[in-house]
Nanobody
Framework: VQLQASGGGLVQPGGSLRLSCAASGFTLDYYAIGWFRQAPGKEREGVSCISDSDGSTYYADSVKGRFTISRDNAKNTVYLQMNSLKPEDTAVYYC???????????????WGQGTLVTVSS
């Protein structure tokens, strides 16, 4: 059973990246999926999440209008499209599963290893 985030890297301000959260050994269909990030010296914060039932999506105010979360159940993968990236988006990004959709890390049970996003010129 594994949840793996990927797609991070170095990008210039204003650039884009697409993160993927792929599951193996279990299906993501029945879970809400959240993306979180943690910058050096800061607490982990919720970025975006998507429900398992109707695909409802939620975003932190800091990323609203720039990030888009989506899921492809056929590929057992959830994506986070990040546009107009800013230096303050630099962090390790994690995906996680929950029974209830929301942006509180405490609601999430299973966490994958993170992927580093660095926004710098």
């Amino acid at each position: 059973v594994q949840l793996q985030a990927s797609g991070g890297g170095l990008v210039q301000p204003g650039g884009s990246l697409r993160l993927s959260c792929a599951a193996s050994g279990f299906t993501l269909d029945y879970y809400a999926i959240g993306w979180f990030r943690q910058a050096p010296g800061k607490e982990r914060e919720g970025v975006s999440c998507i429900s398992d039932s109707d695909g409802s999506t939620y975003y932190a105010d800091s990323v609203k209008g720039r990030f888009t979360i989506s899921r492809d159940n056929a590929k057992n993968t959830v994506y986070l499209q990040m546009n107009s990236l800013k230096p303050e988006d630099t962090a390790v990004y994690y995906c996680a599963t929950a029974w209830v959709v929301g942006l509180e890390a405490g609601e999430y049970d299973y966490w994958g290893q993170g992927t580093l996003v660095t926004v710098s010129s």
